[in-house]
């Protein structure tokens, strides 16, 4: 994901171990690769999302720093840790924001009077975080290449690096997750036989 990733995979090394400088030197390194991967996630959301791109990298940052107990041993890991982090984020924003236009606390109106307004891709960013759930349930790694590949944009060759696989192992996978959260989808979370 970048041309300094040795440097970078040192300074992780060094915050792993308990160096704040390192730390206070690392997220000024990634920040435009963090500001990328929200950027990338949001393009998938509904045009008037609340969250802002650097709202939501200051968030990734924030669980970022709790992550000491982590043993570093790439930016790719790194990296592939933040897109996990920022997909937890907008699935909890959007369950919020569906309690919310469901309700949550608001004073009942009917149907006939309520206005138009969707909560769609709330719904849809809550149904496909249920898919990959059910998905890693069966099989952890397809939903983690999905994840990787699909919200962290990234490469084959990366997620093969960072999983332990080949490039094709990660192509194939790749297919048989989409074709399985299809049907998982399209079936209502149902998978038929």
């Known amino acids: 994901m ?9 300074l992780l090394v060094d915050w792993g171990a308990g160096d704040q400088a ?7 390194a990634v920040y435009d ?6 950027s990338r996630y949001l393009r998938r959301e509904r045009g008037d999302h609340t969250l802002q791109t650097t709202a939501l ?4 940052y924030i669980r970022m720093i709790d992550q000491k107990r982590v043993k570093w041993q ?16 907008l699935v909890d924003h959007a369950r919020r924001n569906r309690y919310e236009k469901r309700g949550g606390g608001a004073p009942r ?16 960013v809550v149904a496909v975080d249920e898919a990959l759930s059910s998905l890693a349930a069966i099989d952890p790694q397809l939903a983690r290449i999905v994840e990787l590949r699909y919200f962290g ?4 060759s990366e997620i093969g690096e960072l999983l332990g696989v080949s490039v094709p192992t990660v192509t194939r996978k790749f297919s048989l997750a ?8 399209a079936n209502g979370g149902e998978v038929g036989a």
């Not at 970048?2 to 040192?10: H, K, M, R, Y």
């Not at 390192?22 to 000024?28: H, K, S, T």
């Not at 990298?57 to 990734?60: C, L, P």
């Not at 790439?74 to 984020?89: K, N």
């Open 2 to 10: 970048s041309e300094n990733s040795g440097d970078l995979t040192q």
């Open 22 to 28: 390192a730390f206070e030197e690392l997220m000024p």
């Open 33 to 38: 690769e963090l500001h990328r991967l929200a």
């Open 57 to 60: 990298v200051h968030e990734a």
């Open 74 to 89: 790439s930016s790719l890991q790194f990296f592939g840790l933040a897109a996990q982090m920022m997909r937890r984020i």
């Open 109 to 124: 109106v009917s149907l006939d009077d309520a206005p138009e307004v969707s909560s769609e891709r709330a719904a849809d």
């Open 153 to 156: 944009g990234f490469k084959s």
């Open 178 to 185: 989409k074709a399985w959260l299809y049907r998982y989808l």
